[in-house]
């Protein structure tokens, strides 16, 4: 599973009282089963919720590794992974770090 952050990470602001951060990135080659549960381990280290939408809308919580591997995870998909939470631009900023790894 191969990732590359686009330039664009953005704070997008649902309403006054509500932000998300969200982070776009590209695979470029299939996730394997283990590398999807190196991304859900990290993913889990975040008391904020993470998802994970895939190219076709469809959207999974990056804590399971059962969900994301039901996503459309292929070479070329672009991929939006997004937090909410306390912690949440520190857990996206960080998961896409750990994805461009694989």
Known sequence: MHYIAKALACLAI????????TAEATLYADPTTRQLSVFV???????S?????????????AKSLFKLDNLSLDAGTIIT?????DDEQEAVENLVRVAREF
């Open 41 to 47: 381990n990290e993913a889990k280290r975040y008391s």
């Open 14 to 21: 649902a309403s006054p009282a509500m932000a998300v951060f």
């Open 81 to 85: 992974i997004k937090g909410e939470g």
């Open 49 to 61: 919720d993470v998802s994970v939408t895939d190219s076709a809308g469809k959207t999974a919580n």
